[in-house]
């Protein structure tokens, strides 16, 4: 179904205020969203708009930013998020890295007692809008076990690093350190749909396409096995253990409405400029783009894509287009708006953002 983009927006915000959240942290939020749901990446858009709702009205996430720093010396910021919401933490912390990154050249902030702040390229795209290149890291709650092991120690932490070109879309590598992340399995549920193999295994350990078999007492898998958990280690290491925050069997789920969740985030910014001049850079990244884009295709492929160019065309297509919502993602959004005694949403004609 196509939701008319300014009316789930507007829709979104009201939530949030009915809450008590700030309008301009509200918009935060529904901004993350957003981005997701143009970008096509369902998993972390507006579907996830009643956990973060239920989670602000049982006080396990903060409805006004309750946002302190522990260190801000130079180059480097410490910022206590004290259970505000992820993507508002996230954002402040990401305007912090890049003021600092004005500055000093670098900027890192890193993030404790936070949230799960949905897409992480939205935070390395705003280094990427300024010139910079964007680097953002978070831990999430354990979702994959050790190589050998049979519980969940490691979640499928995401990384995301954007840099700028001067062609139309920046280059953005935005992942999940599992073969695909949880909101995926989620959606996949919600969409009634089996999972690819190599997804997911189940409680025993055995390879799985059921949704259901992953959620409920599964794993997800690691990509490239060692190598992702190596990976995934070191984000964990870089965020939960960096900030003196929670990490791995620490962190309980989003899902679990009775406990706060504690994610860190790690937010770094590099100013471009301060190490080569700009023409410089944008001239060997076009031609970098140039080599890749014109590079030999394989049989019957018609055409080579950058990391995060597939998601941008998706953007650029559904910014016409609207927000396409499933139909239980619908039903959940509704009936939360009459929880709050708000108006619910209504599929529309298609319309221009
Ligand atoms: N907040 C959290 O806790 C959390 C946890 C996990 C994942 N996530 C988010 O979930 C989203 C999905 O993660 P994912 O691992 O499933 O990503 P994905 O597998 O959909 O994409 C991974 C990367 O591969 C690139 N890509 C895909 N097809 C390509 C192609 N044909 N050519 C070139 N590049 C291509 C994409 O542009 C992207 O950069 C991400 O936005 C991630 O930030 C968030």
Redesign the pocket.
């Known amino acids: 179904m196509i939701i008319e983009a300014e009316k789930i927006k507007d829709f979104s915000n009201k939530c949030f205020t009915k809450l008590g959240m700030p309008e301009n942290e509200a918009e935060i939020i529904t901004e993350a969203l957003m981005e997701?749901d143009l970008r096509e990446?369902h998993?972390?858009g507006f579907m996830r708009l009643p956990i973060y709702v239920e989670r602000m009205q049982k006080g396990l996430i903060e409805t006004k930013a309750n946002i302190s720093y522990e260190t801000d010396n130079g180059a480097l910021a410490l910022m206590d998020a004290g259970y505000s919401s992820g993507q508002v933490a996230g954002y402040l912390a990401m305007e912090k890295a890049i003021e600092k990154a004005e500055e000093s050249g670098v900027g890192l902030v890193a993030v404790k007692n936070s949230n799960?702040?949905?897409?992480?390229?939205f935070y390395s795209l705003m280094a990427a809008k300024k010139d910079m290149i964007g680097i953002v890291l978070?831990n999430?709650v354990p979702l994959m076990p050790a190589i050998g092991g049979a519980e969940k120690v490691i979640g499928?932490?995401?990384i995301?690093i954007a840099a700028p070109t001067r062609t139309e879309f920046p280059i953005?590598?935005?992942?999940?350190m599992?073969n695909?992340?949880?909101?995926?399995v989620l959606y996949a549920k919600e969409k009634r749909e089996a999972i690819p193999e190599g997804w997911g295994v189940n409680a025993k350990g055995l390879p799985t396409t059921k949704p259901d078999e992953v959620i409920n007492g599964g794993f997800l898998s690691s990509v490239g096995g060692p190598k992702g958990f190596g990976l995934a280690l070191m984000i964990e290491i870089l965020t939960g253990v960096l900030t003196g925050g929670a990490f791995s069997k620490m962190i309980p789920s989003m899902y679990d409405v009775n406990q706060k969740q504690s994610i860190s985030h790690f937010m770094l910014a590099i100013d471009i400029k301060k190490l080569i001049p700009l023409e410089l850079y944008y001239e060997n990244i076009n031609q970098l783009v140039s080599f890749i884009k014109n590079s030999k295709k394989a049989q019957g492929v018609s055409e080579i894509?950058?990391?995060?160019?597939?998601?941008f065309l998706k953007e650029k297509r559904n910014k016409e287009k609207g927000i396409h919502i499933e139909e239980d993602t619908l039903a959940s959004l509704n009936k939360m708006a009459e929880q709050l005694g708000l108006s619910g949403l209504a599929p529309s004609e298609v319309t221009r953002l």
């Open positions: 997701a990446i998993s972390h799960h702040f949905g897409i992480t390229a978070s999430v499928n932490n995401p995301s953005v590598a935005d992942m999940a599992s695909t992340s949880f909101g995926k894509y950058l990391p995060g160019e597939i998601e």
